[in-house]
């Protein structure tokens, strides 16, 4: 038995509202009304089921920033790790620890002349930390993948409905059209019919 939908989602449902969205710590639900509202003004839904899918678009869309967001702090996570693996070969371990450490004592200044003397920058740096956690890169980018394909066959049936709703109304405009012209002609051989009755 499938399970009933709680009183207060169908009223939203039905009101057209989007019910409160389901946030991490530290998420705005500011940038989430933001962005539902210009999804609302581009896709114009249209009725009930579009409602739902444009929800469904708003709530991947919104995953699909809050990944990509995770994914460059997990490069960022890395970079003391980077740093060390880096460093190592040219400072030796000691060394390289003492940089990499979070509160190292030795100056910003000091790193940067390292890296630049070695032919380095922290560009350098933030790709040896994306390549310290490109399993986990990985796995947000198949993530961030899936979650696109989901947003784009939603568009799709947001199409696929319009197209559809589309050829309904054009059957039934063809109807109405072909019910009119019958009842025109019907009136005009009734209206015929009583001419030739008058002459005779």
């Given at each position: 038995?499938?399970?009933?939908v709680p009183?207060?989602?169908q009223l939203l449902l039905f009101a057209g509202a989007s019910p409160a969205?389901?946030?991490l710590q530290g998420e705005n639900p500011d940038d989430y009304e933001a962005l539902r509202k210009r999804i609302v003004e581009v896709v114009e839904p249209k009725d009930a089921?579009?409602?739902?899918w444009v929800g469904d678009i708003v709530e991947l869309t919104?995953?699909?920033h809050r990944l990509r967001h995770?994914?460059?702090r997990i490069i960022e996570g890395a970079k003391a790790e980077a740093l060390h693996k880096l460093l190592t070969p040219i400072c030796g371990y000691r060394h390289s620890e003492t940089f990499s450490q979070e509160n190292h004592a030795k100056p910003i200044k000091q790193l940067d002349a390292v890296l630049k003397h070695w032919g380095l920058?922290?560009?350098h740096v933030m790709a040896q930390a994306m390549a310290v956690r490109i399993k986990e890169v990985e796995k947000v980018n198949t993530m961030i993948m899936l979650a696109e394909a989901r947003r784009n066959k939603a568009l799709h049936e947001i199409d696929r409905h319009r197209d559809v709703l589309a050829a309904r109304l054009r059957a039934a405009a063809a109807i109405e059209d072909a019910d009119f012209r019958e009842?025109?002609?019907a009136r005009g051989l009734a209206e015929g019919s009583d001419d030739d009755a008058c002459e005779e």
């Open positions: 038995m499938a399970a009933s009183a207060q989602s969205p389901a946030l089921l579009e409602q739902i919104f995953e699909i995770m994914k460059l920058s922290h560009d009842v025109e002609l």
